[in-house]
């Protein structure tokens, strides 16, 4: 939802506005968030009890995500940053 919000105000109030900061940084909370809490759980239970395909994945998310910021325009910025959301 709060990713949701994020992408609608880029699209509602075009980018560089402080709504569309604001929607970024609770998207960057939550997701950070998220990740921290994924950890704590594969931590708490033990790394091999995770099975691979979703430290795979996982993985995979967050090199997209990363790459998201290296392409911050066009076609690949929308390429990794969809990658990341699947």
Do not use: N
Request: charged fraction near 10%.
């Amino acid at each position: 939802a709060v990713s949701f919000w994020y992408h609608y105000s880029q699209l509602d109030f075009g980018k560089d506005r402080s709504e569309v900061r604001l929607a970024l940084l609770v998207d960057y909370f939550t997701a950070g968030a998220a990740l921290i809490t994924g950890g704590f759980y594969m931590v708490d239970m033990g790394f091999t009890m995770v099975p691979f395909d979703a430290l795979a994945v996982g993985t995979g998310a967050v090199i997209s995500l990363s790459l998201c910021w290296v392409w911050e325009f066009g076609y690949p910025y929308l390429f990794w940053h969809s990658l990341w959301h699947v």
